[in-house]
Antibody, heavy 119, light 106 residues
Framework: EVQVVESGGGLVQPGGSLRLSCTASAFTFSNYAMNWVRQAPGKGLEWVSCITYNGDRTYYTDSVKGRFTISRDNSKNTLYLQMNSLRAEDTALYYC????????????WGQGALVTVSS | EIVLTQSPATLSLSQGERATLSCWASQSISSYLVWYQQKPGQAPRLLIYDASTRATGIPARFSGSGSGTDFTLTISSLEPEDSAIYYCQQRNNWPLTFGRGTKVEI
């Protein structure tokens, strides 16, 4: 069964850092782009970042550019999100998900990692 | 950035009724649109990709249509388990964007 499992969430003070991980199983991780999507409590979905299958290109939403870094280690089937200079508005459930632009329903999400930014 | 506007914000209907959810894009996105269903405490579930193709395992009562800037998700005959929030997402341009969602109450 295809699975992606997030880890690394927690409580962090404003200005602090956190690294999320997402471990994939039962599919060829190195063949797929991956997304991070977040959802603030009681709010809608917000796309955060994407990385291509081999890591050669990355994309970010404007609000996290310069603060967050997406990366992957295909040898470990793991996706990362390094989050620096965290703000209260970054508080959210962070999902990792597979990404295919078109012609495919290969779309798998984890259950999310909760990040809370508060003093 | 492409803005997706979903309407209505909330849709209250009865079991067996037809639901029509709209998603408008601020500029053309061809057919690079997907629809998700999200229930409380769950991750989003892909319903429709490429604007009109049902994902594997999605019941036939769900259908998508549209291209360019105007898109529609139709649930032909509502079942109780269809109570959820439905989001559209465009995959034509970076940054990827979601609509604000339509809550369907049954």
């Amino acid at each position: 069964e295809v699975q992606v499992v997030e880890s690394g969430g927690g409580l962090v003070q404003p200005g602090g850092s956190l690294r999320l991980s997402c471990t994939a199983s039962a599919f060829t991780f190195s063949n797929y782009a991956m997304n991070w999507v977040r959802q603030a409590p009681g709010k809608g979905l917000e796309w955060v970042s994407c990385i291509t299958y081999n890591g050669d290109r990355t994309y970010y939403t404007d609000s996290v550019k310069g603060r967050f870094t997406i990366s992957r280690d295909n040898s470990k089937n793991t996706l990362y999100l390094q989050m620096n200079s965290l703000r209260a508005e970054d508080t959210a459930l962070y999902y990792c998900a597979t990404y295919v632009q078109r012609n495919s329903d290969f779309d798998y999400w984890g259950q999310g990692a909760l990040v809370t930014v508060s003093s | 950035e492409i803005v997706l506007t979903q309407s209505p914000a909330t849709l209250s209907l009865s079991q067996g009724e037809r639901a029509t959810l709209s998603c408008w894009a601020s500029q053309s996105i061809s057919s690079y649109l997907v629809w998700y269903q999200q229930k409380p405490g769950q991750a989003p579930r892909l319903l429709i990709y490429d604007a009109s193709t049902r994902a594997t395992g999605i019941p036939a009562r769900f259908s998508g249509s549209g291209s360019g800037t105007d898109f529609t998700l139709t649930i032909s005959s509502l079942e109780p388990e269809d109570s959820a929030i439905y989001y559209c997402q465009q995959r034509n341009n970076w940054p990827l964007t979601f609509g604000r969602g339509t809550k369907v109450e049954i």
